[in-house]
């Protein structure tokens, strides 16, 4: 891989912060974005904004025309079997609440289970509380042990005839922790349950393949994935989509609206309701054709080359700990000083010029977890370096120092 090249497409990373180089180790938070998904949308306002899907004018259509080619093209991306299972939606967030909220309406009732893993994010545990408080159905949850690993030897015991969903993350937020799928979507499977997986992290590293994984739903941001904020995809199989109810309704998901009845648009539009976030789409679909320009295995290899260099140089921080050390983690490490509060950490960092994430990452159980309020966490790109990797680790022992 040319580094050197692939950080030319990105404009954002030649300017200074505090007078120094900006050293941006915050991709899990916010990817940045490239050159040609910047000039895409930029286009799209300057020459061919115009509401898609309703129009019969040449703006309309040729925005339409860019909509569905972004549709196709993250299809391609994620291995889904048809455009139809590709929803755009506003973020990860949204994704999972759709599902929430329209799965829980077909398939559950009082005295169901959900089983959650320890490591979620707050947007794959709280809709999926919301939905159990209101239909009476019970939270499991699936732990992780003082490694990251997260335990599924206990899911046997967790799994029951009752169980209607399995939530789980691809790629822990906090911990970098890649959980084997298979067994898990399978064993559920083999009770009647679905899948929803939280592929936020996953897809940025590693990819996925939907079919192959054979989950039933899984959620993506755009902007973790070098394209636009906003803008988010839910990929779910048809025949269960197809099942469940609008989660928003209005305009361009129905098909006929009378006073007496209205019925629904197809896939995908069922649960695209209202003007689409279509500008936030053409720019991911530029990210994602963007991305399959290069070798995303060698793409993968250099993130965790750094990572390893990472955590060897931080490890020989005295009082320092590493959160998460399971053997094919991804790229993101959270840690600790002892005696040394994260926020100042992070603070010092920044007027280094270096951008690093502290606090709890929306991920509270896993702090608890720990016994602890929050972490640092430095998470690694296709753009970073190990001269930045480097002065991470100076920046770390300089503060350290300082606020001991």
Not at 54 to 83: D, M, W
Not at 205 to 227: I, P
Request: net charge negative; with cysteine.
């Amino acid at each position: 891989m040319n580094v050197e090249s692939i950080r030319g497409d990105f404009p954002i990373l030649q300017r200074t912060v505090n007078g120094k180089p900006l050293v941006y180790l915050d991709s899990g938070a916010t990817a940045q974005k490239p050159e040609c998904g910047i000039e895409a949308v930029n286009r799209l306002h300057r020459e061919q904004n115009a509401n898609i899907h309703r129009g019969v004018h040449q703006l309309s259509a040729e925005a339409t025309e860019l909509y569905e080619q972004a549709r196709e093209r993250v299809r391609t991306f994620i291995g889904a079997a048809s455009r139809e299972e590709v929803i755009f939606t506003a973020g990860a967030t949204a994704s999972i609440n759709t599902i929430a909220y329209a799965w829980s309406e077909r398939f559950l009732h009082e005295g169901d289970n959900i089983i959650i893993s320890e490591m979620e994010h707050h947007s794959n545990i709280v809709p999926w509380q919301a939905v159990a408080e209101r239909r009476g159905a019970e939270i499991r949850v699936l732990p992780f042990d003082e490694e990251g690993r997260l335990m599924t030897e206990q899911l046997d015991t967790l799994l029951d005839e009752r169980t209607r969903m399995v939530a789980v993350t691809q790629a822990s937020n906090t911990l970098g922790t890649r959980p084997d799928l298979r067994p898990i979507i399978e064993k559920a499977h083999a009770v009647g349950a679905h899948v929803m997986v939280d592929g936020c992290q996953g897809v940025v590293h590693g990819g996925v393949d939907v079919v192959a994984l054979d989950c039933d739903f899984y959620a993506f941001s755009g902007h973790k994935l070098y394209g636009p904020t906003g803008i988010g995809v839910l990929y779910g199989k048809r025949e269960l989509l197809d099942q469940m109810p609008p989660f928003l309704y209005g305009g361009d998901m129905v098909d006929r609206v009378s006073f007496e009845k209205t019925t629904y648009a197809p896939l995908p539009l069922k649960y695209e309701a209202g003007t689409s976030n279509y500008i936030g789409a053409i720019g991911l679909g530029e990210a994602v054709e963007y991305l399959r320009g290069f070798d995303l295995h060698e793409v993968e290899e250099h993130e965790m080359s750094l990572m390893r260099y990472a955590e060897e140089q931080l490890r020989r921080i005295d009082g320092l700990r590493i959160y998460g050390s399971t053997k094919d983690k991804c790229s993101i490490i959270s840690f600790n000083v002892e005696g040394v509060h994260h926020y100042d950490l992070g603070m010092i960092l920044d007027k280094l010029g270096i951008a690093i994430r502290t606090g709890q990452h929306c991920a509270e159980p896993v702090m608890t977890h720990f016994g602890i309020t929050g972490m640092c966490r430095a998470s690694i790109a296709m753009y970073n370096t190990r001269e930045e990797i480097d002065a991470l680790c100076r920046g770390v022992e300089r503060a350290v120092r300082m606020l001991r």
